[in-house]
């Protein structure tokens, strides 16, 4: 129960962070909550919690000027939905899932490799890229701040 409770505040923070940043891009607190509201599960769907506030706010502009954007049938870069009928389908998502975790062990390592201040409000500064194969995990860490990249395999640990 604890661990839900720490994941829900967790999850309520890096939200406010991500309208926090909308609103440093010149949207009204409203104009935010609404972009946020109607358009999070959209990137969710897509890029999880990936990403950090700032890139996460950035993908709701983009798609909301992209929803707000007119049809213009000389510019190549759009598409006419009309078109695609009923040709559109939703992937069903897999019943079967991976979970990677990574032991305090290695988390150690990882924040004595990069000492670089979080910049994001939510505090978050890592990226983790789990590559499975047959050989074991492979792990790529890179760091939001200065770009570096860690790359860990599993005969590492």
Known sequence: MKDEKSKSEMYKHYFMGVIEELKKMDYSEAEARMMFDGLSNDIL?????????????????????????????????????????????????????????????????INQWDQCKAVDVSGAKFAFTFIPSGLGTYLIVKCDVCQRELHISDDME
Request: glycine share 4%; hydrophobic share 30%.
């Open 45 to 109: 769907e897509i890029w999880g919690f990936y990403l950090n506030t700032f890139d996460f706010a950035k993908e709701i502009v983009e798609l909301h000027q992209a929803v707000q954007r007119e049809f213009d049938p000389k510019n190549p870069d759009h598409t006419n939905l009309d078109d695609l009928g009923d040709c559109t389908q939703k992937n069903e998502p897999s019943r079967t899932a991976i979970t990677f975790s990574i032991s305090e062990e290695i988390m150690k390592s």
